[in-house]
């Protein structure tokens, strides 16, 4: 008897080593979810790629200008009702992003909240036209690392349901 739990500790070790607490305090979403951003409470679809570093957002219209001294940037974007919505954020920086087929481009990167299920975190968002592509927006590993995994099978496995909240990356 002793031998067999000595065997099943074993085991049961080597368990928990291979899964470590925080990759069971992850939530295991779709690879396309809805997501819920902040300021606006707008509603969209989005691919989970964990390809991407950074998220990104359809933005139209993206025009910089300047308040109290500091850039900012406008742009337009349709929720997904496909109603035309304009928001405003502070120009953190510029980001050169490599694309696919080798050229190099400059897009301008705000913060947002997004909500992805029960998950919050202020994040930056780089703006891009995203016309061509399925889905609105993309959510990068920056915003995963720590509490989301994708289960490539799945799709649409939870609603934003987390509101605005004063969490940041």
């Known amino acids: 008897m002793k031998f067999l739990a000595s065997i099943l500790a074993s085991v049961l070790g080597s368990l928990i080593c291979a899964f470590p607490l925080s990759a ?3 939530k295991i979403v779709g690879w396309v979810e809805r997501v819920r951003l902040q300021p ?3 509603l969209l679809e989005a691919k989970l790629d964990s390809g991407a570093e950074y998220s990104s957002l ?5 025009t910089e200008f300047s308040r109290n001294d500091e850039k900012w940037v406008r742009f337009d974007l349709n929720d997904h009702h ?3 919505v304009t928001l405003e954020g502070k120009l953190i920086r510029q980001a050169p992003i490599k694309r696919h ?3 190099k481009q400059r897009r301008p990167v705000i913060r947002l909240g997004v909500c ?3 998950v ?3 994040t930056e968002v780089n703006l891009v036209d995203r016309t061509g592509f399925i889905y609105p927006m993309l959510i990068g590993r920056k915003f995963m690392e720590g509490r989301l995994v994708i289960d490539p099978e799945a799709q649409h496995t939870v609603e ?3 509101g605005e909240q004063p969490k940041s990356e």
Request: hydrophobic share 25%.
């Open 160 to 162: 934003p349901s987390c």
């Open 120 to 122: 919050y975190r202020e």
């Open 40 to 42: 606006g409470n707008i």
């Open 24 to 26: 069971m305090d992850k």
């Open 82 to 84: 496909g109603k035309k």
């Open 116 to 118: 992805i299920g029960e």
């Open 101 to 103: 087929f080798g050229k």
């Open 58 to 62: 359809h933005a139209v219209n993206i």
